[in-house]
């Protein structure tokens, strides 16, 4: 495993592993949980939640600068050590936000226990398994160029596309992190558990799926069908957004998470 | 593949058996995207009845041989060597057989491994050289291990072999970190004692390290000018753990030979006249003029 260097702006340590988090704003509590492509392309849409809410953003175990203990291999993993910092830093009525593979540690946590937990929001969200054995419903991000992943993967490629080679080591190093995380988290089976599926009907808190339209990295098909497996989900769409909506258009995925939460 | 055995150097001929008649006529890449349509089965058979001649020829002459493993690719048909190395148990008599390698941490089920190799090394009556690999980035598509574990499941794997080839008593059991299993007793027993000679291939001198530390035969491939760094970190690694020097027999390396030109025209390779029958010379195609053998 590559080395974890210092990025973010603060630290927590749930049962022994360090991680690295972004803690702003004030309000009602909002656990974000970033995508596969890390902390960094989320900052934007974090400032603009943290304008109504108290954000945790945390970096996943494996990603930016945070450890990766060694038991730690799959999403169920992961949606252990949340409930672990739940319950470590007291919240309660706290609406998680995820973002595709952040969605999935988000569905993962909400079947096993909504306790502390008021509201559920999945944007362009993995974890389930909706079309036939052989159908791909997920894009093989592994077997793309970086090329042909922004295309898919964004309504404007040019906002996700980086220049490795002039980032300073500390994001180069991040990105690699994110990469490697995102395979041994989503290798096998691929980007989703096949038992999730028949778990989310313990999901009965006000959850809303939001869809960047533009997504051919995950389909909006697939989206509606997700959503339809949660009891009383509601699905909405966001224009000029692809699979990243929060990167793309900060301001309205903030928008559209503060008056879900506004919702009675 | 050249490896010295007390005072004689012995040779390894190593093809990858490769699908040449392919080679220009891809949509870009060889290797994991040409589509099997481009496999003519009864050219390929063809192929491979050629290769496993010229393998005889060799047991006949006095060279050893190797086989390797790749996959999704038309530089080398051997996507399972376990087929070639079961058709050269029976059909050779002499030569040593080396596999190099099998990529153990692909495969999933190093039972089914060790019941293979142990069969082959009865077979060929103790002429099984076992070749343990890592496979290569962009053959993981063959078997979707995960990328990022692959070295992990690669040395339990290797520790469970070694235990199922060495364990003779008693069944046992094994409950690691990927792999599960309860009666372990694996049937025939396997000849070379303890084992057959374990080899592994590195171009780095940390995995150099790791081998010497086991005693190991290190195999190079193509290194050049950077082979005597990987040569002396397994000698100091080797020495570290058994308190002399390694013998020759621990270093192995390959480099691509050439075959020599016709006379009058261009050079084009031409399968052996020894040992084919006319039918297959007839329906043989010529390696084409530009092609090459891509690395690895």
Not at chain 2, 211 to 234: C, H, N, P, Q, S
């Amino acid at each position: 495993m590559l080395q974890a260097a210092q990025v973010a702006s603060g630290s927590l340590v749930i049962e022994g592993t360090r991680i690295d988090v972004i803690e702003r704003g004030a309000g009602r509590p909002l656990l974000f949980l970033h995508a596969e492509n890390g902390i960094e392309p989320a900052v934007a849409a974090i400032d603009e939640l943290a304008k109504a809410a108290r954000v945790i953003a945390p970096t996943h175990p494996g990603f930016g600068g945070s450890a990766l203990p060694h038991a730690m291999r799959s999403v169920d993993d992961l949606s252990y050590f949340y409930l672990d910092l739940l319950d470590q830093l007291d919240l309660r009525g706290v609406t998680i936000v995820g973002v595709s593979l952040g969605a999935w540690i988000a569905a993962e946590i909400a079947v096993k226990s909504t306790a502390r937990l008021s509201r559920l929001v999945m944007a362009n969200a993995a974890g389930v398994k909706i079309g036939d054995r052989e159908t791909r419903d997920i894009a093989d991000i592994f077997a793309l160029t970086e090329q042909d992943y922004l295309e898919i993967a964004y309504c404007d490629p040019n906002v996700g596309r980086r220049d490795y080679k002039s980032l300073p080591d500390s994001e180069a190093l991040a990105a690699a992190r994110a990469r490697e995380a995102t395979a041994r988290f989503a290798w096998s089976p691929y980007f989703h558990n096949p038992r999730l599926k028949s778990r989310l009907h313990r999901i009965r808190i006000p959850t809303l799926f939001l869809w960047g339209m533009h997504d051919r990295m995950i389909s909006e098909a697939y989206g509606r069908a997700y959503c339809a497996l949660v009891p009383g989900a509601r699905f909405e769409t966001i224009e000029q957004a692809g699979h990243f909506p929060h990167q793309e258009q900060p301001v309205e995925f903030a928008g559209r998470v503060l008056v879900f939460m506004e919702h009675k | 593949m050249a490896a010295e055995w007390g005072a004689t150097m012995r040779v390894y001929q190593f093809s990858e058996q490769p699908y040449y008649p392919t080679w220009n006529d891809h949509s870009g890449s060889l290797r994991v995207i040409l589509p099997n349509r481009k496999c003519d089965p009864p050219v390929a058979a063809d192929l491979f009845h050629r290769y496993y001649d010229e393998y005889q020829i060799c047991d006949e002459i006095g060279l050893d041989i190797m086989l390797n493993e790749h996959h999704q690719s038309a530089t080398c048909m051997s996507s399972a060597v376990v087929i070639g190395l079961a058709v050269l148990a029976r059909a050779t008599k002499k030569a040593r057989l080396l596999v190099l390698g099998y990529p153990i941490g692909h495969r999933p089920d190093p039972l089914r491994v060790a019941e293979e190799l142990s069969t082959i090394d009865v077979i060929s009556r103790g002429r099984l050289d076992m070749g343990f690999i890592k496979g290569i980035p962009y053959e993981i598509a063959a078997s979707n291990r995960n990328p990022v574990e692959l070295m992990e499941r690669f040395w339990e794997a290797h520790d469970f072999i070694i235990k199922a080839m060495t364990t003779h008593d008693e069944n046992f059991n094994w409950e690691g970190e990927y792999f599960h299993y309860r009666q372990v007793n694996v049937w025939p027993r396997v000849l070379q004692e303890p084992h057959p000679p374990i080899w592994s291939t590195t171009g780095s001198t940390s995995q150099a390290r790791a081998l010497g530390e086991r005693g190991y035969v290190m195999a190079t491939l193509g290194t050049g000018y950077g082979t005597r760094k990987i040569f002396d970190a397994y000698r100091k690694s080797y020495v570290a753990k058994f308190a002399n020097a390694p013998a020759a027999d621990r270093f192995a390396y390959s480099g691509p030979c050439r075959g020599p030109q016709r006379r009058g025209g261009s050079a084009q390779a031409r399968p052996s006249d020894r040992g084919l029958s006319a039918h297959q010379r007839d329906r043989l195609p010529t390696v084409p003029q530009s092609s090459r053998l891509s690395a690895g």
